[in-house]
């Protein structure tokens, strides 16, 4: 079970210009349906709630995807691909995504109203919480961000998470709020499960626990001058944070990788004498590449917290819109998801063992990273990929299909 320690953490979400293209967020909302029904089918989903509300495994999942790896346009665009593929399957999977970004967060009340209406929840209780985070991080959490995206996940059970993101215009940076219900024992007093954005420092954080002193002076000294308020508030400043830092730059580079993991997944699809495993896997028709995608997606459904501290990593499955670390590869992706909905679709013994076998991979690419040397040379996998790219039908958000090099193909082992 994939469990979310409370915490709350940030990280750099450099903003990313640019839009996603149709021929990726349609093939996003597929690819993450289909995960979110295996976690759903396997796990139920309050553990859905939970993985979401880690803004680690949210990346990753974002990375896996073929979203920009570290970009702010992450949130935007795997919430927006998660609301069209779950909110027609609501009743199945027990999950709704209400919210969006700009008007559309704005709905979220009314959506939460027409929810309780379906199950008999207290949808105003539900539209409440879903105002009260908004104003924390907004309000209570004066770190310079505005709220411009508001999602709401809820289950017929009554818990919730919450994704939204906020911006600062001054610095170009956006930064990722999660909140989990389970977790929150007041709106005003460590509520997040955290907080993922751009770390500048000390900030004024009336939500933290530590101000429970100041929020009380603030309602007794209502009537008091404003500067004995904020000398109150002032000496409660929040302290160092749990973080996941992103870089600005776009390129994937070996440092933001984790060599061993990427080289035990590529071992595996690439067959450096693992080919008894891939036999038992039933696989069949499924290429080597289309493998190493599977491994990653695997390890998003399968993987324990600690294998998300490396999100760059889980772009090695589909790339990314930017090119970078290399052009998203159609043909595997759509593969994958061909796979995938023939997981998730067949009820019968053939399809449970599909599941099985997708949980598999994640097992085996551990097995080889812990017995093996697995050690991937980063730049040369780029290089590769990106030579082998016009193979798979290689797309940017600048267009495409790659086409052959001129030059002799470049040939790398792994």
């Not at 209502?222 to 302290?239: D, N, T, V, Y």
Request: one cysteine or more.
């Amino acid at each position: 079970m994939f469990r979310t320690m409370k915490r709350s953490g940030t990280a750099d979400l450099p903003l990313h210009h640019g839009r996603v293209p149709a021929w990726l967020s349609s093939r996003m909302a597929l690819k993450g349906g289909a995960i979110t029904e295996v976690i759903v089918d396997e796990f139920g989903p309050d553990e859905f709630l939970s993985r979401i509300s880690d803004p680690f495994w949210f990346q990753s999942f974002g990375a896996v995807l073929g979203m920009d790896w570290h970009s702010s346009g992450i949130t935007t665009s795997v919430m927006g691909a998660l609301k069209k593929a779950i909110n027609p399957k609501a009743r199945q999977l027990g999950l709704l995504v209400c919210g969006g970004r700009g008007k559309y967060s704005r709905q979220t009340p009314s959506e939460l109203l027409e929810f309780g209406m379906q199950t008999g929840l207290d949808g105003h209780e539900l539209a409440r919480a879903s105002r009260l985070t908004a104003k924390v991080d907004n309000n209570c959490l004066q770190d310079g961000f505005q709220i411009y995206q508001h999602n709401f996940i809820v289950t017929p059970g009554g818990k919730w998470a919450v994704v939204q993101q906020g911006m600062n215009q001054e610095t170009a940076f956006a930064r990722r709020y999660h909140w989990h219900s389970p977790q929150v024992q007041s709106f005003v007093s460590d509520p997040h499960a955290a907080v993922v954005g751009d770390n500048r420092g000390s900030l004024l954080n009336l939500s933290d626990k530590r101000a429970d002193e100041a929020r009380d002076s603030i309602m007794s000294f209502m009537g008091e001058p404003m500067s004995l308020q904020w000398k109150e508030i002032g000496s409660l400043l929040a302290g160092p944070s749990r973080h996941l830092s992103l870089p600005a730059h776009h390129e994937v580079r070996p440092s933001d990788v984790n060599a061993e993991r990427l080289g035990a997944v590529l071992a595996l699809a690439h067959d450096k004498g693992c080919q008894s495993f891939t036999d038992a896997l039933l696989l069949d028709g499924v290429g080597p590449r289309t493998v190493q995608s599977l491994a990653l997606v695997s390890e998003v459904i399968y993987g324990k917290p600690a294998r998300f501290d490396d999100p760059a990593r889980f772009s090695f499955a589909h790339g990314g819109k930017d090119g970078h670390p290399f052009p998203v590869p159609l043909k595997v992706y759509d593969e994958g998801i061909n796979f995938m909905k023939r997981a998730v679709n067949k009820c019968r013994i053939d399809g449970q063992v599909r599941r099985e076998s997708l949980n598999a991979l994640s097992q085996i690419s551990r097995y080889i990273e812990e017995t093996m040397d697995p050690r991937a040379d980063v730049e040369a996998v780029i290089a590769h990929e990106r030579a082998e790219s016009w193979k798979y039908g290689g797309m940017t958000e600048c267009g495409g299909p790659e086409e052959p090099p001129k030059t002799d193909q470049l040939s790398l082992e792994f």
